[in-house]
Nanobody, 121 residues
Framework: QVELVESGGGLVQPGGSLRLSCAVS????????MSWYRQAPGKQRELVAR???????NYADSVKGRATISRDNGPKTVYLQIKNLKPEDTAVYYC???????????????WGQGTQVTVSS
């Protein structure tokens, strides 16, 4: 059983920063890309940032220059740091991993349960 568990969300003032973490547990053979998505009320889920197994990254235009995604392959954890937070960053943030788990014949997407980030004064 593979699980992705996010942490680090909460209430932050505009201009502040936060760091989200997502830990992968279970019988995992390999992890390709790891990503962070977010979904604001009434909006579609959108990609925030993505990092490949080789460390290449890409970011949504809305967070470019403010966000940094990183990963630690030892403990199978991906991080998202966002600085200079804005009210429009308010959303539920979801972790995603493209991975190959025990019992699977191929890579597939796994999702975390989401963590709420609220940017407000």
């Amino acid at each position: 059983q593979v699980e992705l568990v996010e942490s680090g969300g909460g209430l932050v003032q505009p201009g502040g920063s936060l760091r989200l973490s997502c830990a992968v547990s279970g019988s995992v053979f390999d992890i390709n890309a790891m990503s962070w998505y977010r979904q604001a009320p009434g909006k579609q889920r959108e990609l925030v940032a993505r990092i490949t197994s080789g460390g290449s990254t890409n970011y949504a235009d809305s967070v470019k220059g403010r966000a940094t995604i990183s990963r630690d392959n030892g403990p199978k954890t991906v991080y998202l740091q966002i600085k200079n937070l804005k009210p429009e960053d308010t959303a539920v943030y979801y972790c995603n991993a493209d991975l190959w788990s025990r019992g699977s014949s191929d890579y597939r997407d796994y999702w975390g349960q989401g963590t709420q980030v609220t940017v407000s004064s």
